[in-house]
């Protein structure tokens, strides 16, 4: 009964990133990046890659979901993905992680536009319409609604997808991503925490 109970638990999480990825395409969040420096349980406070302390507050149904490492084999055609980018000097988009998305959030935030991972970089979440091996990697072509990128993958490029998570996941320490948004007071929720697995920070 508890295995069926964890196994529901993973499911009801996987399902959850797909909801909230497609809320995150219209709702335009706050996305914070850094470790949790203090939770609570109803609020959380995030030391910030940038180096500002962000306290956030915890929805009443919030989740924790992780993100582990995965291989480049496991990018294949037909796999859903997430990819930032950033265009080289010869005009083509090199990643800067790749996220495989499970079976349960295909379709999360499709499309390709800004991110802010890094300057200038770019999102695209797709279909892998064809997969070619290239001397330094591999070059992913992906399909969206709206058109396709052409994207090289190279050696060393952090791969990952989500597993599903606990609330004691997301603990003081754990490195993490979230997408918060913000109320009519200024103030931030969080309905989910993408925590780095045994201290791996989300690439993302």
Do not use: C
Request: glycine share 12%.
């Amino acid at each position: 009964m508890n295995r069926i109970r964890l196994l529901a638990s993973g499911v009801a999480a996987l399902v959850t990133v797909a909801v909230i990825g497609t809320a995150w395409a219209q709702s335009a969040p706050t996305r914070l990046r850094g470790s949790i420096a203090a939770i609570d349980g109803k609020a959380a406070t995030i030391a910030t890659r940038e180096g500002a302390s962000v306290e956030v507050k915890l929805a009443d149904n919030w989740v924790a979901v992780l993100v582990v490492p995965t291989a480049l084999s496991e990018v294949k055609q037909g796999s859903f993905v997430g990819i930032a980018s950033l265009k080289g000097p010869d005009g083509v988009l090199n990643a800067l992680e790749v996220l495989v998305f499970p079976e349960a959030a295909r379709g999360s935030n499709e499309g390709h536009y800004p991110w802010d991972l890094q300057p200038e970089s770019m999102m695209t979440n797709a279909t892998v319409a064809t997969v070619a091996t290239a001397g330094d990697g591999q070059t992913l072509t992906l399909k969206y609604k709206d058109g396709t990128q052409e994207i090289r993958v190279k050696p060393g490029i952090p791969i990952v997808t989500f597993a599903a998570g606990d609330r004691a996941d997301a603990k003081v320490g754990a490195k993490v991503f979230m997408g918060a948004a913000k109320g009519a007071d200024g103030g931030l929720t969080v309905t989910r925490i993408l925590v780095g697995k045994d201290g791996l920070t989300p690439p993302m």
